[in-house]
């Protein structure tokens, strides 16, 4: 491995083409993949490993599902890209209206980033307002208006935001503590008829997993709604993967605006922006808001997220929660019984530890976890044989191809990671 990072190093900043993918903050040298199937990763030593990074989320149903792999290949025989609309992009925006009640039209893209990109500027252009509200500690991609106070990798790395981005555009994002319901009225009250939209992460899964408090979202819709002000839901993470329809359909909470990715493309890259029919038409070439792709909706992508998505519409959701569930249960045990403080915060099928002893409910509070101790656990964990985020501050994700066998496994090196600490 060292032999591969130190020729990337020379040829890609910093190794990687994304920066928490480079194990700063857990130390030692990052794993270079070969190959994955089921519930593995395999590294270019031949070493395999029970993944639960899950390339960050998007292989719910495992690496090179049949079906999945069938799809991309029966499309890669028909062409790569076209540049032209194609059948598959239709069949994929059916489908996720079907799923989601508060999409009307979907624009497909391609990558997360480039959707929470272009709700915001659609959302300006709609309100014709410029100011947007954000929650410290959830990431949104790094679109300039979105990366303040960001979480994920910019808060794995200590840094607060990024050079690059102008002083002026980034004073017109206003960053508020999530859950923090007092203080996001208070900056209405301040500026509500300045403030275009409200982007949140209904489940923030890039500080690692916290879960909105009773009320924090229904407080977002009711007071946006009254301000006509957007609300945009960013389920990138959480779409598809907590319930078919997403969180918004777990807890009744209706956005103006959704963001998509990571499942809806089955692995490979895409993103997607849905809402309601009058937002929705002033994109161009109905309405005067520009976003364009040469790569979007990508064949390619459209048929791997369409044969992922067939099988999800039928999938057992609480079956794969119970396995979850049972993973966090036997590795809070272990910990109580070693007497380290940890904290679990789960949502569905995913969830993170976080070494401290206090809840966790904002960036805050995440923030006090000893990242040096998760550090030591996570090499302890490599070492007997489970690949976990290379960072504190994100999430773990369970997949349908995780066995019993798999969570015994997980248990047993956590037995073994524990020593260590």
Known sequence: MEDWFAEAKKIIPGGVNSPVRAFGSVGGTPRFIREASGSRITDEEGRSYIDYMASWGPMLLGHGHPAVVAAIREAAGRGTSYGAPTRLEVEMAQRIVEAFGSIDQVRM?????????????????????????????????????????????????????SPGIPGPLAELTIALPYNDTAAFQEAIRRYGSEVACVIVEPVAGNMGVVPARPGFLETLRETTREAAILLIFDEVITGFRVSYGGWQQACGITPDLTCLGKIIGGGLPVGALGGRREIMERLAPTGPVYQAGTLSGNPLAMAAGIATLD???????????????????????????????????????????????????????????????????????????????????????????????????????????????
Not at 389 to 415: G, K, M, Y
């Open 311 to 421: 099988i999800l519409k039928g999938a057992d959701y609480a079956a794969l929660e119970e396995t979850t569930e049972t993973l966090c249960r036997g590795l809070l045990d272990q910990f109580k019984g070693k007497g380290i403080p940890v904290r679990i915060n789960r949502v569905a099928s995913m969830f993170t530890l976080f070494f401290t002893d206090g809840e966790v409910t904002d960036f805050e509070t995440a923030s006090r976890s000893d990242t040096k101790r998760f550090a030591r656990f996570f090499q302890g964990m490599l070492a007997a044989g489970v690949y976990l985020a290379p960072a504190q501050f994100e999430a773990v994700f369970v997949s349908f191809a995780h066995t019993r066998e798999d969570i015994a496994r997980t248990l047993e090196a956590c037995e073994k990671a524990l020593r260590t600490l």
């Open 109 to 161: 893209v391609s990558s997360g980033t480039e959707a929470t990109m272009t709700a915001i500027r659609l959302a300006r252009g709609f309100t014709g307002r410029d100011r947007i509200i954000k929650f410290t500690g959830c990431y949104h991609g790094h679109a300039d208006s979105l990366l303040v106070k960001a979480g994920s990798g910019v808060a794995t790395l200590g840094i607060p935001g």
